[in-house]
């Protein structure tokens, strides 16, 4: 069936530090890809989203390219700050699906 | 400003009385979701929308009930059926299932 598999957490890195979040799926199809995150004790939040292979979502310095060969969406970010501390979740959609499949979750801190 | 309400943002309720989750959208999205958070875990689809007058049970859907009367609205009903209620519930909505989902800010539920 279609799933999406996320690197465990949680991560922690210095601020300013490189981020990447592996993010693989398994889908039928040609699914759009997207990338949400959540605050402490807020819902969830749409990051960026990919619709075709080859196409990169990118948001408030954040990056994601749909790789179709790889079967991967996996986040990076060039610098993180203190504020990026969440969980980020990696998710998939299609036109043959009724509904978006979600990842467990990745919990990232920064520390100053 | 379009966007998801849920209210209240806290609930507390003692055990064996039902209790009824407000979710109500503004954006003209057909379909509408809701989720299940335990602290530290993924999302959990309780029910889903497609279109007014009509739902289907997600992952988790005993113990619950809900009603799509209206296009904007999509009250979650949590029962004395519900085993282990205390929870973070997370509403959503789409234009349609392989959408992005827009979230509300969620409702954390205590039942002692």
């Known amino acids: 069936g279609n799933s999406v598999t996320q690197m465990e957490g949680p991560v922690t890195l210095s601020e300013e530090a490189f981020l990447t979040i592996n993010c693989t799926y398994t889908?039928?199809?040609?699914?759009?890809l997207f990338w949400y995150v959540q605050y402490p004790g807020e819902g969830l939040q749409l990051l960026l989203k990919?619709?075709?292979?080859?196409d990169k979502g990118s948001n408030k310095g954040f990056e994601a390219t749909y790789r179709k060969e790889t079967t991967s969406f996996h986040l990076e970010k060039g610098s993180v700050q203190v504020s990026d501390s969440a969980v980020y979740f990696c998710?998939?959609?299609?036109?043959?699906?009724?509904?978006?499949?979600f990842g467990p979750g990745t919990s990232l801190s920064v520390i100053p | 400003d379009g966007g998801i309400t849920q209210s209240p943002k806290y609930l507390f309720r003692k055990e064996g009385q039902n209790v009824t989750l407000s979710c109500e959208q503004n954006l003209n999205h057909d379909a509408m979701y809701w989720y299940r958070q335990d602290p530290g875990q993924g999302l959990r689809l309780i029910y889903y929308s497609q279109i007014v007058n009509d739902f289907q049970k997600g992952d988790i859907a005993e113990g619950y009930s809900v009603s799509r009367e209206k296009k904007e609205s999509f009250p979650l009903t949590v029962t004395s059926a519900q085993k282990n209620p205390t929870a973070f519930y997370l509403c959503a909505s789409s234009f349609g299932p392989s959408y992005e989902q827009y979230f509300g800010p969620g409702t954390r539920l205590t039942v002692t």
């Open positions: 990919a619709t075709k292979a080859d």
């Open positions: 889908a039928t199809g040609y699914p759009s």
């Open positions: 998710a998939l959609s299609g036109t043959s699906y009724d509904k978006v499949i």
